[in-house]
């Protein structure tokens, strides 16, 4: 931990991986080095320290993406967890779409806390939306492999490392993977819950279709450039993009790759939505398919899912809200 943060910022972010420990893989950033000494120990005695470079040059680069629209509740907590990985990131790239709060401040002031990280702070201001934010950050990239996620993200201090590990097989142009809620109780269900429901889908579509998830994914730069003049504008805003991300790479044959081991934790926030609204996000999977002419049944699996889980999440959220807000009693008061 870099000196100068107070306890006060680091305790959050501590907080915030115990909450995300679902995932085995799970550690703190003075255990992720320790583990990186380890690894080199090892490395260096079991094979010569040329053969070991070379094996290091082989891993790709891994540019993090993150669209940002009003996302100053969220946005520290996310690019600490980019930051702290056992494997750093080659850059993490907030994309600010026009914000009206503090969310670009809060980037600046990050850049000058962590000088050492590769944080950069661009700007989409040509237009409003999650698609043209994304593909500004996408295409200003540098790195082999792009990752994208939201801004209520974050990151398992592992992700990296396990996106490079993914993309070792050359046959792999994009990765996803499951998510834990970390402001939801009963996180280790959860998390375990999303990634059955991920697979199920996977063999409900007999793997002819692999769906990235926005909040967790990655592709090569190579990948991107395939389809990046392909990919949907939705101007009306009633699609999926990542799931019309997914189904322009499977046009092309390049191949998507899910990862359990390739965890990040995100906000149940959506649930906070009016059942009006929440209906409307939903359906975006109908309307996404029915741009793409996709008619397989099985993928409606998880509209049926969604709509069941609602109304006992938001519950479920609400008293899980209230508990963590209530002050600890301390002495029998």
């Not at 969310?103 to 990280?117: D, F, H, K, N």
């Not at 209520?152 to 499951?178: H, I």
């Not at 769906?211 to 999926?240: P, Q, V, Y």
């Not at 906070?272 to 996404?288: A, G, H, I, L, N």
Request: glycine share 4%; net charge neutral; with cysteine.
């Amino acid at each position: 931990m870099p000196e100068g943060v107070p306890f006060a910022e680091r305790g959050p972010f501590r907080r915030l991986h115990v909450l995300c420990a679902a995932c085995p893989k799970a550690f703190f950033s003075s255990r992720a080095a320790q583990r990186c000494d380890a690894r080199f120990e090892l490395m260096s005695a079991d094979q010569p320290l040329g053969d070991a470079l070379n094996d290091a040059a082989e891993l790709p680069r891994v540019s993090i993406v993150i669209p940002a629209y009003n996302e100053e509740s969220v946005i520290r907590q996310c690019l600490i967890a980019a930051i702290y990985q056992s494997v750093p990131a080659h850059e993490i790239i907030v994309v600010d779409n026009l914000s009206k709060d503090r969310t670009a401040a809060i980037v600046r002031q990050m850049q000058l806390e962590y000088p050492e990280s590769p944080i950069l702070l661009l700007s989409q201001h040509r237009e409003q939306g999650l698609i043209p934010t994304r593909n500004f950050g996408l295409d200003s990239a540098t790195g082999d492999v792009l990752g994208r996620i939201d801004a209520d993200s974050v990151l398992e201090p592992d992700w990296v490392e396990q996106v490079q590990k993914a993309f070792l097989d050359q046959s792999v142009q994009a990765a996803t993977g499951p998510v834990v809620y970390y402001d939801m109780p009963m996180r280790r269900f959860g998390l375990k819950a999303d990634d059955k429901m991920r697979q199920l889908m996977l063999k409900l579509a007999k793997h002819q279709y692999h769906f990235l998830f926005g909040s967790n994914m990655a592709l090569r730069a190579s990948a991107w450039n395939t389809i990046r003049s392909e990919t949907c504008r939705d101007e009306k805003d009633e699609m999926h993009e990542d799931i019309d991300l997914s189904l322009h790479l499977a046009d092309h044959d390049l191949k998507i790759q899910y990862c359990p081991q390739m965890v990040s934790g995100m906000s149940a926030r959506r649930l906070e939505d009016s059942p009006r609204d929440y209906r409307y996000y939903v359906t975006r999977f109908d309307r996404t398919y029915k741009a793409h002419n996709v008619k397989k049944m099985a993928l409606k699996a998880p509209m049926v899912v969604f709509f069941s889980v609602y109304f006992p999440a938001k519950i479920l959220r609400a008293i899980h809200t209230v508990n963590t807000a209530q002050p600890v009693r301390r002495g029998g008061q």
